[in-house]
């Protein structure tokens, strides 16, 4: 029932499916509910148990305070069984990467059961062999019982750096191969012994390998945690018992969110806008669209009419991160887990429904040898316009827009004796108000869902001072329900230091729905320690800062969702007094008169009334 889908072109499958409900599953396995759940909580619980171990072992903050990274276990045709409550991004993206490792092996002219073993460990992070990006390296461990291959345990975490053209991050790049170090199936261990001559290349080519090494070393721990708490559960219940419920789990999750699609009326759904720039060529705005299409219990995600790929490495693997924005955001419109009582399992079942498509040579489907490097922005606005188009048939599960872009930047220098310090940093932004309540601030895409780094803990490690971080109170889209607030952050440095910024969102603003307005867009400045202030474009690629020079970076603040003039005026006092909405804001855009710092109620209803 739970098939891998065809991730280039893919459409509806027939309407087999269509009937099919969860309960009709578990007739048909034979497999009683409080058994499925068990297994399916012992499994998931073998996920978030990785997903931790990754988190406490490792060396660099993007993943120890972050949390940029994902782990599960998989099938060996390359199925999610389950998944850690990270970073959506990651987890559904290393189905790409073993499906990647296997192309590999085809490629080679290798025999899968001959290259893998007992005891190898794979590394994995090429971006047109199914890698979501190449800093995002997969580490890959196969699960042997008995002498056969029944599993994989995986994880993907960012890195500090992989010795691209640039410290950290990298935009402005001619080709994959300036990415830095790309891996297709590597050994870092062969049947338990440590492979030498790849660690001694990673060291010697990236600007910060006392992380990455300690970073890769913390993912294949996580692995092996993984791989014994799996093979436990196998002796627990038995291979076939645990095959079986595998698969149950998988046709259980696929009926429940099929039957989620039949409430959207058929039909073909479209939103489209624009980002920033490529990087390089400035002012030439790239089209993103959206085409969302149901049929029956199937839906097609169309991102074909967006604009080609473009010179640099701004473009979005398609296998591997279009198709894995395209999964979760439509999981997460239909099956939010806060809102459902019963339980719902997070695996490829959830996929099978959903068909990504993009034409070959657009920027969310790009040609090698195309730079694929930064791509976070891109899927994070994709998210945003696919809810934009579904917002007339569901409009009581869409928000208004939001911070459909992130200020992810690297910072980077050398200290005394040469050695390179790397800091990267994911600046939230904000979401869009809601049916029934305000956007949220302050935090990051629902795709990415990376966490806040303390400033304390920058300030002890990096040649940096936060000198200010807190929610922008410049504005948001008005609305019933208003949108969220994104963030303002200042940094100094204390010494020279070099910027890479992977940012959008400065010459656009998050949609308002239903009569909601705008939200704020994006901004970047360096302030010179002289005072002098320059406008920065929000994508910059090796741009220098001289010491004691600063760095401000606001981010977009969220759409508004229904008419203004229904939000009670008590809360637009409340948001007053909170400083998020001047007096004069309050009267032009919610009909609220605050005079000398109190609501008059008075002439707040004849104002609305006019």
């Known amino acids: 029932m739970t098939t891998h889908p065809d991730h280039t072109d893919q459409t509806a499958p027939d309407d087999e499916h269509d009937d099919t409900t969860a309960a009709d599953v578990l007739r048909e396995r034979d497999i009683d509910p409080v058994t499925m759940q068990v297994i399916g909580g012992e499994l998931d619980t073998i996920a978030q148990e990785m997903g931790y171990k990754l988190i406490r072992s490792s060396y660099s903050s993007i993943i120890r305070e972050s949390e940029d990274m994902g782990a599960g276990i998989f099938t060996t045709d390359c199925r999610e069984l389950c998944e850690s409550d990270s970073t959506p991004m990651h987890v559904g993206s290393l189905i790409g990467y073993l499906d990647g490792m296997y192309k590999t092996f085809e490629e080679r002219g290798v025999d899968r059961e001959e290259i893998i073993n007992e005891g190898d460990v794979f590394i994995h992070n090429h971006p047109h062999y199914g890698a979501s990006h190449s800093p995002d390296i997969a580490v890959a461990v196969p699960i042997f019982y008995e002498g056969e291959h029944i599993a994989w345990a995986a994880n993907t975490a960012h890195h500090l750096d992989i ?18 170090s790309l891996f297709r199936a590597t050994k870092v261990y062969d049947q338990g012994e440590r492979v030498d001559g790849i660690w001694d290349f990673i060291e010697d080519n990236v600007r910060t390998p006392r992380e990455v090494i300690g970073d890769l070393q913390a993912q294949i721990s996580s692995c092996h945690v993984g791989e014994n708490r799996y093979l436990d559960l196998v002796e627990k219940y038995g291979l076939e018992e645990i095959q079986q419920t595998g698969e149950a789990l998988m046709e ?69 991160s279009t198709d894995v924005c395209i999964y979760f955001t439509i999981r997460s419109l239909l099956m939010d887990t806060f809102v459902r009582d019963e339980y719902l399992p997070q695996n490829s079942g959830t996929f099978a429904p959903v068909h990504p498509k993009a034409r070959p040579g657009c920027m969310f489907n790009p040609t090698p040898p195309t730079s694929a490097f930064a791509r976070i922005n891109q899927v994070d606005k994709m998210s945003d316009l696919i809810i934009k188009a579904l917002a007339e048939a569901i409009p009581e599960k869409v928000c208004a827009g939001t911070c459909g872009q992130v200020y992810f930047v690297s910072y980077g220098g050398t200290n005394d004796d040469g050695e390179y310090w790397v800091y ?10 809601r049916p029934e309540a305000d956007g949220l601030d302050a935090v990051d895409a629902l795709v990415h869902n990376t966490k806040n780094r303390p400033v304390e803990d920058i300030e002890l490690s990096h040649p940096m001072r936060v000198e200010r971080y807190g929610l922008r109170e410049d504005g948001h889209g008005a609305g019933r329900t208003r949108g969220g607030h994104g963030i303002v952050r200042e940094s100094q440095f204390l010494t020279d230091a070099v910027m890479t910024m992977e940012g959008d969102g400065n010459t656009y603003r998050p949609h308002g729905l239903f009569g909601g307005g705008e939200g704020t867009h994006g901004d970047l400045k360096h302030i010179k320690a002289d005072g002098e202030v320059l406008d920065l474009h929000s994508k910059e690629s090796g741009y220098k800062f001289e010491a004691n020079d600063r760095v ?59």
């Open 163 to 180: 010795g691209s053209a640039t410290p950290g991050l990298a935009i402005d790049l001619e080709d994959m191969y300036a990415e830095g």
């Open 252 to 320: 259980y999750a696929e009926a429940l969110l099929r039957n989620e699609i039949r409430t959207i009326p058929d039909g073909t759904y479209y939103a489209e806008d624009y980002l920033d720039d490529d990087g390089r060529n400035r002012g030439q705005r790239l089209k993103i669209a959206a085409e969302v299409t149901v049929d029956g219990s199937d839906i097609t995600v169309d991102m074909s009419e967006s604009a080609d790929q473009t010179p640099t490495g701004y473009n979005i693997p398609f296998h591997g």
């Open 424 to 433: 990267l940093e994911v600046n939230e932004g904000s979401y869009g108000g």
């Open 552 to 610: 401000l970076i606001k981010t977009a603040s969220g759409g508004g969702y229904g008419d203004p003039y229904e939000r009670p005026a008590d809360t637009v006092y409340e948001d007053y007094l909170d400083g998020l909405v001047s007096e004069t804001d309050a009267r032009e855009e919610y009909g609220v008169v605050i005079e000398d710092g109190t609501l008059d109620t008075a002439a707040t209803d004849e104002l609305r009334n006019e």
